[in-house]
């Protein structure tokens, strides 16, 4: 059996990830792929809801490594879950992962290497998605500015934290400017396919042994 495949989709506040995570989870599902869509932070967790009151609640303080290190655990919270279903052959989709761990708390000055350090050792995705926009067009999309961290100069300096993940082997950017939601999802959808087919002739490579 070939292991599952974990894709993770990354990018700022309102670049449209949640609407690409559930489509292309219609479409693995359409497809006969067995996938798992896992969103970060998971807020339905002790540790998810104590992260959930902190973004949704402005008076609710903590310190930034506090916070940082409660996304991680978080993660962590769910890493056997995520590394049975791909060993079990599930396909997994994550919607925000480490990625957006290390950008967010980084730009707020925490150094980028300790914040990378909680996370070292949960399950490495296949291809990470970065949904990017050349011009902020987030800032100006319905909803921004009702949690924590949705302020447009902020967003910025996360973008820039991010594009330091650029030259990982396997982050791929989707640029989404002037794209319809149709058009973002055949661009996710063909990245889905080379690393499904590259699995698969591993796999086959493998059998011939
Ligand atoms: N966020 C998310 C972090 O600061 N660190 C993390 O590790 C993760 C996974 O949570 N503004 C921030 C980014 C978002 C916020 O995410 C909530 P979403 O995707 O809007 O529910």
Redesign the pocket.
């Known amino acids: 059996m070939t292991r599952g495949v974990l894709i993770a989709i990354e990018g700022l ?1 309102r670049t449209g ?2 609407t690409q995570t559930s489509r292309l989870l219609e479409r693995l599902d359409k497809s006969g792929v067995d996938a798992t869509l896992i ?3 998971e807020r339905t967790t002790p540790i998810g809801r104590i992260i959930n009151t902190y ?1 949704t609640d402005k008076a609710f303080e903590l310190s930034d490594q506090s916070a940082h290190l409660l ?2 655990a978080n993660r962590w919270e769910l890493a056997e879950k995520i590394r049975n279903l791909l060993e079990d052959g599930k396909t997994v989709v994550l ?3 480490v990625y ?2 290390v950008a ?2 980084s730009a707020k000055g925490l150094p980028f290497d300790w914040c990378l350090s909680p996370d070292l050792g949960l399950p490495k995705p296949d291809i990470v998605l970065f949904m990017k926009f050349k011009h902020e067009d987030n800032v100006t999309r319905e909803g921004f500015g009702e ?4 302020v447009a100069e902020f967003q910025q300096r996360v973008k820039t934290q991010f594009e330091k993940f650029q030259n990982e082997d396997n982050w791929k950017t989707i640029y989404v400017d002037n794209k319809s939601i149709e058009e973002v999802g055949e661009l996710i959808w063909a990245e889905y396919e080379v690393v499904a087919r590259r699995e698969r002739e591993a796999l086959q490579k493998f059998t011939k042994l």
């Open positions: 506040d990830k949640t969103k970060f932070p973004l996304f991680s919607d925000r992962y957006s761990g967010y708390s949690e924590r961290y949705e």
